[in-house]
């Protein structure tokens, strides 16, 4: 009866403790208000082994959460991408500089979802300069479907004046090998499109393409695996049709987790005839080098800055990026590849960045974290001066209970708790406690040698791996976000015995192999 008794007691002594943990923190009790009970079971359950938060940085992030699940559930249906480009010209035709605007381009497609295998896809391309321009809408439906082994997909598209169908699908051919094949008919005419890609090694892929319709083209490019996380992109493709032989190679370096470099170089050979009896032929070469640099402000917003080079102008170009938006505002510097407007289309654009990376960007997030980490230290140590309050106060309810079982404990040389440290390891702690003091605040350990006596039930203690110690009744956290270890002396049938265990590891008292020589 008495040993019902005691634990009906310590189910109802949880029970106060809970309640005053809640009553005495102002965050847990407007949650509580405001949720009930099991949003503060959910915000406790966060905050073990984590940083503690305020009520208002816990509603902060989950309604963030939220929003930015809900922002990339619309983008994943709705796919609704497109571009905003306004041409600047620097120079009239006299090489005058003269800023005027020039074309603007407007593309917007939003794809709608049927089903989740068939969607319909509405674009918009416009083209405007001065009081001309010109335009295109189109609506495509597209299916997806599995059939024979083989991915499947289908799409129908159709324009103000003009159709256009394609059906294809895609297979892994070999253990290394996948292929693509789709037919296609735009206007009237047939176009057949063979893709193969075969994984060459570790880090790189061989694609093969090729066309047969009015153009028939074959293409060959080595390429980094796209599945590879590595600094280093590389594309390099060799393109022939009937006419044109063209080659490209691109690289992109992902400088650190936001910023990113790439460079794009051309050249294509088109032979043409220079005279109206097609006896005699020319080969015009054409070319252009392109590089760019692009910074993520957000999850959700990038920009840009970048410079083309090609024979027929020298452009720099700045945009951002903003829920698959792109707004951008190319400038043509020069109407022939000169080399001053050249040299300036190459520096000026990554100075740009590196002076608003350096000057402006970088300064205000050291200063932006620099004082999110002292609010997080403040908040951190008024938390843990609660905590220790709280737990303080426990200890002097448990107060009596304690004595008594110590008493009992050392008459029958059962399990007595004679000095019990959580906190820091030892080792470590030394270094930060002073020559002639032992103080908790600088070892950073908490004596918990009452509320480990108090967890003693006939002459055995047992706490289970998997959590944290700190949530134990009397203790508390000294040092969140560190490796936290418990220190026991104790005696069981009058022999000395010590045991030093990590936060989430199990502890049982007494063990013969904690017996000190």
């Excluded at 597209?142 to 159709?163: C, K």
Aim: with cysteine.
């Amino acid at each position: 009866m008495d040993e019902i008794r005691r634990e009906e007691a310590q189910a109802r002594f949880k029970e106060i403790k809970d309640a005053y943990d809640v009553l005495m923190d102002e965050n847990l009790r407007a949650l509580y208000d405001d949720f009930g009970a099991e949003a503060v079971k959910k915000q406790m359950n966060m905050q073990v082994g984590k940083p503690l938060q305020s009520t208002s940085e816990f509603l902060r992030d989950m309604f963030r959460m939220r929003r930015q699940q809900h922002q990339a559930y619309i983008m994943r249906r709705v796919d609704h991408v497109g571009s905003f480009m306004v041409l600047v010209n620097a120079q009239d035709r006299r090489g005058r500089y003269r800023p005027e605007l020039g074309t603007i381009s407007v593309r917007q497609s939003i794809k709608f979802p049927l089903t989740s295998a068939s969607n319909v896809r509405l674009s918009f391309n416009a083209l405007m300069n001065g009081v001309t321009g010109q335009g295109t809408v189109k609506m495509a439906y597209e299916r997806s479907f599995v059939a024979a082994a083989a991915a499947g997909y289908a799409s129908l598209r159709i324009g103000w004046n003009s159709y256009a169908f394609r059906i294809g699908a895609s297979k892994q051919l070999f253990d290394k090998t996948h292929g693509d094949l789709n037919f296609g008919i735009q206007d009237g005419t047939g176009r057949l499109r063979v893709k193969c890609v075969r994984q060459l090694s570790e880090q790189w892929n061989g694609i093969f393409e090729s066309q047969l319709g009015p153009e028939p083209s074959v293409a060959l490019s080595l390429s980094t695996r796209p599945d590879l996380q590595q600094a280093w992109d590389v594309l390099a493709t060799v393109k022939a049709t009937q006419v044109v032989t063209s080659s490209t190679i691109s690289a992109s370096y992902q400088l650190s987790d936001r910023s990113k470099i790439s460079f794009t170089a051309g050249l294509d050979n088109n032979p043409i005839f220079t005279n109206a009896q097609k006896t005699s032929m020319a080969l015009i070469n054409s070319w252009h080098i392109a590089g760019q640099a692009e910074r993520t402000i957000s999850q959700l917003t990038k920009a840009t800055v970048g410079f083309t080079i090609a024979p027929h102008g020298v452009f720099v170009a700045a945009g951002f990026t903003r829920h698959g938006q792109y707004f951008g505002v190319p400038v043509m510097l020069s109407h022939l590849p000169a080399l001053k407007p050249a040299l300036i289309a190459m520096v000026a654009p990554f100075a740009l960045a590196f002076i608003i990376e350096a000057i402006l960007l970088e300064p205000r997030r050291r200063r932006k974290r620099l004082a999110q980490e002292e609010k997080r230290r403040k908040q951190q140590e008024q938390q843990i001066a609660a905590a220790k309050a709280r737990a303080q106060a426990d200890c002097r309810l448990m107060a009596d209970e304690v004595n008594r079982k110590r008493e009992a404990e050392e008459v029958k040389g059962g399990l007595v708790i004679l000095q019990a440290f959580y906190g820091r390891h030892p080792e470590m702690a030394a270094e930060f406690e002073m020559e002639d003091a032992d103080d908790e605040e600088l070892s950073c350990r908490v004596d918990v040698t009452l509320p480990l006596q108090y967890m003693v039930q006939n002459s055995q203690l047992q706490i289970p791996s998997g959590t944290t110690k700190s949530a134990l009744i009397g203790f508390y956290d000294p040092i969140p976000d560190e490796e936290k270890w418990i220190e026991v002396v104790y005696l069981y049938k009058h022999k000395t015995h010590r045991v030093l265990v990590a936060d989430h590891d199990s502890l049982r008292m007494p063990l013969k192999s904690h017996q000190m020589d």
